[in-house]
Every structure is written in structure tokens, then in C-alpha cells.
T-cell receptor
Framework: QKEVEQDPGPLSVPEGAIVSLNCTYS??????FMWYRQYSRKGPELLMY????GNKEDGRFTAQVDKSSKYISLFIRDSQPSDSATYLC??????????FGKGTMLLVSP | NAGVTQTPKFQVLKTGQSMTLQCAQD?????MYWYRQDPGMGLRLIYY???????DKGEVPNGYNVSRLNKREFSLRLESAAPSQTSVYFC????????????FGSGTRLTVV
């Protein structure tokens, strides 16, 4: 079983839709949870960072962590074509390097 | 503020040739990383340097060597390139090893023919 599982997509939605992106993980020692966004032919950039269960909001983005289910989500409200990118979850135990999911490609059509 | 700078951006090598990918960061970060990204495989860690003077293997170190030249610079060397090393290579840095705020460079697209 991979440590971090993420559906590769692509996920296609119309502009204005609410998007839900998800990851599951297997190691209960993971404590820190991140979402990175990667535009085509660019490096990943940090989007959201949380270390606790529950929700964290930043503008149109909400990161949700459920440690009991080992499940993390990223919600995007009022999605825009500029949100079209690959979204990678990343998880950290506190003792080593980040573990990345393989990424979900999101396509938002006008 | 440039962040993480990688050179070159593109490179074509013949099988057996060698080359060094350069990476420099200007954020005074202690930790630096080299990843490769392939379709369907995600980001895979090649080597990392927790701090100046130390380097450690990641998930896919075979065929690569690294040098942490100083706190700013971390280079990746391919001694004898193989077609399997065709990939996009990303350098990243963070304040400390594993802390979440990785800053990535824009990548080097390497093709080995």
C-alpha cells in the first residue's frame, strides 16, 4: 500500500463549480498536511498547510483533515479557469522528508 | 527575491554523457532537495541535504551524485546518463528538513537519447 494515495484525474468542472480534491494516507504518524499547486511546466508551490484535524480556510480554498479516517481534502469554491493545475497533497511525519501524492489534474472550463 | 534558481532549464544528452544540474537558493534555508517528476510517478526524492555538509539518499538515488557546495548551492550530477533518466528535475529548499514550506525551482527538462 502506497503511503499517500491520490486520484490522478483529470477532474473536469465548469467555471463556478465547487471542487473537491482528496488524498488518503496510511501512516498514522503523519502530523502535517499540505497542498501544493503545480501549473503546467512550473514547479509546485505551497497552497495550504495544516497540522491539525478540522478545517482551515484561505479565501476560496479550504483544507480539511480527518486524522481518524486518514483522509485529507482540498475544496475550491467558485472555481476559475486559472485554478486549472495539478494539485499535490504532501504529508509529513515530523521526522523525515515530505511524502507527496502523485497529484490530481484539475481542468476548469469557462 | 529569486527563491530557488535552477540551471539549465532544458538539456539534451546522449547516452553515456555526464552533466551537472545546478541549484541555488537565496532564502537562507538549511535543507535542500532534488526530485524527479515523471508522468504517472509523481515527485520522487533523489537526494537531500538536511544541512550544509550532509547529504542523504532518497527514494531513487541510483545513477546520481550530489554535492552541497555551501549553504546556498546543491548540485546534482549524472555521471553516465541513461534514457531512463529522461525526466523533469526539481530542486527545492526548506528552512529545516521535512518542514512543509518547500520552495521549488522551475525545473530542468532533461532528455537522454
Amino acid at each position: 500500500q502506497k503511503e499517500v494515495e491520490q486520484d490522478p484525474g483529470p477532474l473536469s468542472v465548469p467555471e463556478g463549480a465547487i471542487v473537491s480534491l482528496n488524498c488518503t494516507y496510511s501512516n498514522s504518524a503523519f502530523q502535517y498536511f499540505m497542498w501544493y499547486r503545480q501549473y503546467s511546466r512550473k514547479g509546485p508551490e505551497l497552497l495550504m498547510y495544516t497540522y491539525s484535524s478540522g478545517n482551515k480556510e484561505d479565501g476560496r480554498f479550504t483544507a480539511q483533515v480527518d486524522k481518524s479516517s486518514k483522509y485529507i481534502s482540498l475544496f475550491i469554491r467558485d472555481s476559475q479557469p486559472s485554478d486549472s493545475a495539478t494539485y499535490l497533497c504532501a504529508i509529513y511525519s515530523g521526522y523525515s522528508t515530505l511524502t507527496f501524492g502523485k497529484g490530481t489534474m484539475l481542468l476548469v472550463s469557462p | 527575491n529569486a527563491g530557488v534558481t535552477q540551471t539549465p532549464k532544458f538539456q539534451v544528452l546522449k547516452t553515456g554523457q555526464s552533466m551537472t544540474l545546478q541549484c541555488a537558493q537565496d532564502m537562507n534555508h538549511n535543507s535542500m532537495y532534488w526530485y524527479r517528476q515523471d508522468p504517472g510517478m509523481g515527485l520522487r526524492l533523489i537526494y537531500y541535504s538536511a544541512s550544509e555538509g550532509t547529504t542523504d539518499k532518497g527514494e531513487v538515488p541510483n545513477g546520481y551524485n550530489v554535492s552541497r557546495l555551501n549553504k546556498r548551492e546543491f548540485s546534482l550530477r549524472l555521471e553516465s546518463a541513461a534514457p531512463s533518466q529522461t525526466s523533469v528535475y526539481f530542486c527545492a529548499s526548506s528552512a529545516e528538513v521535512g518542514t512543509g514550506g518547500y520552495t521549488f525551482g522551475s525545473g530542468t527538462r532533461l532528455t537522454v537519447v
